[in-house]
């Protein structure tokens, strides 16, 4: 016979175990998911197997293309290596062909070349020589123009494809200083900072994007440099805000990085004055290569 009745209430977030919690929605963050976060250690939830494979899975990039870090980095060196060689190949072949001109060739690989390879950034492990690993296709770039632009090593479909005035002496100077711009953000910065991104970005699309639309609809040019033009600074700005906040949504979907507003307008006030240090005549004396990723570091660095 049942003499009493217990009732249990039903379970509630606050009887949650003390190893985790809820993390309020950010809607700061282009992802308004909830997470649950651990406040500390799960060794008293999980079996060591469990703990094995959930580390494996929190680090999505170590165990994207090999269980090893070691291997999975040279693979992903591999694919990376046949993807922006693709692309210089593409390049060369329409400057062999004279399907654009020149100069439009050249800003092509100028714009392709760096996004492409950062496109490539989250193949590579989480590890420490991740980002060596990653910076080693530009390093060996750096060497190439070195060896092009010196005269040791003739290449002449990477001269028509890279300079402006087909001279093979042009490649010891812009590509090399984007070959250098590019390695070193990879290894100083890489995919977790926004730095690395608004100095590629700029360099790439907005620098690129500057002197295909300044080439074309440029005609009222700047007071102070008659070199630019309004049009192409305003592209620049725009292209290189554009490509930072396409790439902060790219590594954030990875978890490498927090989409937030404040990057955002982060990266519109590092797009704007790189625009405008571009269009100075000393940018111009110096090399665009060199001083765009060079204020885009400076300001950045400031800013995030």
């Excluded at 999505?60 to 293309?65: D, F, H, N």
């Excluded at 007071?223 to 592209?235: R, V």
């Excluded at 405008?276 to 001083?291: A, F, H, K």
Aim: charged share 15%.
């Amino acid at each position: 016979m049942i003499n009493t009745l217990t009732f249990h209430p039903p379970t509630r977030f606050s009887s949650l175990p003390p190893h985790l919690t809820l993390t309020p929605i950010s809607h700061s963050s282009p992802f308004f998911l909830p997470k649950l976060k651990p406040i500390s250690p799960l060794t008293s939830l999980f079996s060591s197997t469990q703990l094995r494979f959930l580390s494996r899975r929190k680090l999505p990039s170590s165990a994207m293309l090999h269980h090893d870090p070691v291997v999975s980095d040279f693979i992903a060196l591999g694919i990376s290596g046949v993807v922006a060689t693709s692309f210089l190949r593409l390049w060369q072949e329409t400057a062999k062909r004279g399907l654009f001109d020149q100069k439009l060739n050249r800003k092509l690989v100028h714009i392709s070349i760096g996004l492409v390879f950062m496109l490539c950034w989250p193949l590579f492990g989480t590890g420490e020589w991740g980002p060596y690993f990653g910076a080693f296709i530009p390093g060996v770039n750096i060497l190439r123009m070195l060896a092009i632009g010196l005269g040791i090593w003739k290449d002449e479909a990477t001269v028509k494809s890279m300079s402006r005035f087909g001279d093979y002496r042009e490649l010891r100077r812009g590509p090399l200083y984007y070959a250098a711009a590019i390695t070193f953000a990879c290894i100083i910065y890489w995919r977790t900072s926004p730095v690395s991104i608004a100095a590629i970005c700029n360099l790439c699309a907005g620098d690129g994007m500057a002197d295909v639309v300044g080439r074309r609809i440029g005609s009222k040019k700047l007071p102070y440099n008659k070199n630019k033009s309004y049009a192409g600074s305003i592209a620049m700005a725009s292209a290189g805000f554009l490509a930072s906040i396409g790439f902060m949504w790219y590594f954030s979907s990875f978890g490498y990085m927090e989409g937030s507003w404040n990057k955002v307008i982060g990266f519109l006030v590092v797009s704007v004055i790189t625009a405008i240090v571009e269009s100075l005549p000393i940018s111009t004396d110096l090399d665009d290569n060199l001083t765009v990723p060079l204020t885009s570091i400076l300001v950045g660095s400031m800013i995030f």
